[in-house]
């Protein structure tokens, strides 16, 4: 399976009414460039402002998942977004002339087919998974609520979920997802449910307006009287709704796509509440009775989790075969001693690289850098940074002897400890931009057991300036 970000190959577009405003909207899809993410646009407002589909910018989870940034709000955003999740599109721009994204059918069915029908572009950057490499655990303040995240043997993306109301028509379910390539079939297909006995406090605080047995099941507990069906009716605006039901069951007797459609949905609910995560995850999460305020809390830890590890050093084996050796590296390196500053390379992908040096008292530099106190220079650091990142420039080139790597500019330079004699420093670099023209755009860290010793961004051009 590919592991490249994709995005979808052309627009789509949909036409419906938001669940809890009522309000008619007309919402879009389009293709968005790698690193995008998943952002929506209110076309309908002044500056038609963008709000980010992450996390940090959930301001609710009343009955749904509202975001807003930027002076605006998408209230109930979880199944689009579980669509797009659940399709592995990674990027994508949402244009919608309305405060809430319209609920269709209840489920996020519609949003999948007219995905797969108009395809996907694969794109060149790799996908930033997020791997869980420890358990996380939330549980709310009533102790209702419970959430387990432990790290998959295969890296898939597994929920499985526990609904249990304590209610005669659905007691308890459980739902599975065992990898995602599941969500289109198994849980899409899933609509948004409630209880009848719900609905009045639902339509006393002004939500459902948009709310119809064409787009949510309605589970009746207990026998009702007309009048008292007549009366609900009323308060959700549908006086001429003609209400079915025998005993309890389901209002209207609305076949079920699944025995367990009600826990299944709310495994979609997860899927697109941690979509806002913002990064296609590696683990298996397990879920007790959830809903949208559990899940965003969630979501936040593994957020937190995800910042924690982005300060922290990333773990080396220093002790792993070298992919290239010194003897490799000046292979593919014009430099020499005593300006070869990479003694080997342990990683090294399409977008990243790792070198070592090991630094030594015998370098010729300490000799006035500083006498009695020896201190190997920033510059150095750069330098030897730079070469790093001309080893994941040049390594796929045909000839690399034939090719040089000259520096264009440095930003964003910080030294935060010295390196001296004795320290191993290893240098990771990252490219921030896909080599274009022989443009290579790199952002370098380099640590001394386990600390950054100094950073910077990079910018470099190769050319081939040898026949």
């Given at each position: 399976m590919s592991t490249k970000q994709r995005t979808l190959a052309a627009p789509i577009s949909f036409k419906?009414?938001?669940?809890?405003?009522?309000?008619?909207?007309?919402?879009?899809?389009?293709?968005?460039?790698?690193?995008?993410?998943y952002v929506f646009q209110r076309i309908d407002l002044?500056?038609?402002?963008?709000?980010?589909?992450?996390?940090?910018?959930?301001?609710?989870?009343?009955?749904?998942?509202?975001?807003q940034e930027n002076g605006a709000s998408v209230h109930t955003t979880e199944h689009i977004l579980a669509a797009i999740f659940g399709c592995e599109v990674d990027n994508a721009l949402i244009c919608l002339d309305g405060p809430e994204v319209p609920i269709m059918d209840g489920s996020a069915m519609l949003f999948v087919q007219a995905i797969e029908k108009a395809g996907y572009e694969e794109q060149e950057e790799e996908r930033n998974y997020f791997t869980l490499k420890?358990?996380?655990?939330?549980?709310?303040?009533?102790?209702?609520?419970?959430?387990?995240?432990?790290?998959?043997?295969?890296?898939?993306?597994?929920?499985?979920?526990?609904?249990?109301?304590?209610?005669?028509?659905?007691?308890?379910?459980?739902?599975?997802?065992?990898?995602?390539?599941?969500?289109?079939?198994?849980?899409a297909p899933c609509r948004t449910f409630v209880f009848l006995r719900e609905i009045e406090e639902l339509a006393k605080l002004g939500l459902i307006k948009g709310g119809d047995l064409d787009n949510a099941i309605v589970l009746v507990e207990h026998e009702r009287s007309e009048e008292e069906y007549r009366e609900i009716a009323r308060l959700v605006g549908k006086?001429?709704?003609?209400?079915?039901?025998?005993?309890?069951?389901?209002?209207?007797?609305?076949?079920?796509?699944?025995?367990?459609?009600?826990?299944?949905?709310?495994?979609?609910?997860?899927?697109g509440d941690l979509?806002?995560?913002?990064?296609?995850?590696?683990?298996?999460?397990?879920?007790?009775?959830?809903?949208?305020?559990?899940?965003?809390?969630f979501a936040k830890i593994i957020r937190d989790l995800i910042k924690a590890e982005a300060k922290s050093s990333p773990s080396f084996d220093l002790t792993a075969e070298p992919i290239y050796d010194?003897?490799?590296?000046?292979?593919?390196?014009?430099?020499r001693y005593p300006f070869l500053l990479v003694d080997k390379v342990i990683e090294l992908s399409e977008q990243?690289?790792?070198?070592?040096?090991?630094?030594?008292?015998?370098?010729?530099?300490?000799?006035?850098?500083?006498?009695?106190n020896p201190i190997m220079p920033g510059v150095l650091q750069i330098e030897a940074m730079a070469q790093c990142g001309g080893v994941l420039a040049l390594?796929?080139?045909?000839?690399?002897?034939?090719?040089?790597?000259?520096?264009?500019?440095?930003?964003?330079?910080?030294?935060?400890?010295?390196?001296?004699?004795?320290?191993?420093?290893?240098?990771?670099?990252?490219?921030?931009?896909?080599?274009?023209?022989?443009?290579?755009?790199?952002?370098?860290?380099?640590?001394?057991?386990?600390?950054?010793?100094?950073?910077?961004?990079?910018?470099?051009?190769?050319?081939?300036?040898?026949a």
């Open positions: 419906g009414i938001g669940l809890h405003t009522g309000e008619n909207v007309e919402l879009s899809i389009h293709p968005a460039p790698a690193n995008h993410g002044d500056g038609k402002p963008t709000v980010k589909a992450h996390v940090d910018n959930v301001v609710s989870t009343k009955r749904g998942t509202t975001i420890e358990n996380l655990y939330y549980e709310d303040d009533q102790g209702y609520v419970e959430m387990l995240a432990v790290p998959t043997p295969g890296q898939e993306f597994r929920i499985t979920v526990m609904v249990d109301y304590n209610s005669p028509v659905l007691g308890t379910q459980h739902a599975s997802m065992y990898e995602i390539s599941e969500f289109k079939k198994e849980i006086e001429d709704m003609e209400i079915k039901v025998e005993g309890i069951g389901v209002l209207n007797t609305v076949k079920l796509k699944f025995e367990n459609e009600p826990a299944r949905h709310k495994l979609l609910d997860i899927v979509a806002l995560v913002g990064r296609p995850i590696r683990g298996h999460i397990l879920a007790a009775r959830p809903g949208h305020a559990g899940n965003v809390s010194v003897n490799q590296i000046m292979g593919i390196l014009p430099h990243h690289v790792v070198g070592v040096k090991n630094v030594s008292i015998s370098e010729g530099y300490f000799q006035g850098h500083f006498p009695g390594h796929n080139v045909d000839e690399p002897e034939k090719w040089s790597t000259y520096f264009l500019k440095i930003d964003n330079v910080r030294f935060k400890r010295k390196v001296v004699p004795g320290d191993t420093v290893v240098f990771r670099l990252e490219l921030t931009a896909p080599i274009r023209r022989g443009i290579v755009q790199m952002k370098g860290t380099a640590y001394v057991n386990g600390q950054v010793a100094s950073e910077g961004d990079l910018m470099a051009q190769i050319i081939k300036d040898k």
